[in-house]
């Protein structure tokens, strides 16, 4: 039997969670005040996913930087390949709200999209 306690972050009351499971199969789930705790829970143990947000570079902007986001939850272990690819990116102003900056983060086919527009110089 396996076990790991949680923070819930479905909302900020940040239920402590408690998650119990044998052989990928989920017994027990506490602490939650939902079913968004659980659902939360069971994604966490089964297929762990984020939103990643963070900004790449601008050329040519009235900014210096483009705050940018996957377009959906991506699995956890492609986070660091995304932000190295992310790192790597470098976009030509202007640039708008929903413009696709990278098609396919770290080998997924979520897109990396910008979340505010950077107007040219
Ligand atoms: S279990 Fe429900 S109430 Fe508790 S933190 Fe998660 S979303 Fe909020």
Known sequence: MEKKELICIGCPLGCMLS???????????????????DD????EI?????ILTT??????GTAPLVSVKTKTDI???KIFECLREIKSCTVKAPVHIGDVILEKAAGTDIPVIATKTVKKI
Do not use: F, M, Q
């Open 19 to 37: 998650v119990e499971w044998e052989n990928g199969l989920i017994s027990c789930i506490s602490g939650n005040n939902c079913r968004i705790g």
């Open 40 to 43: 939360y829970a069971r994604k």
């Open 46 to 50: 089964s297929n762990p996913t984020r």
């Open 55 to 60: 900004t790449v570079k601008v050329l040519d």
């Open 75 to 77: 699995p956890k272990n």
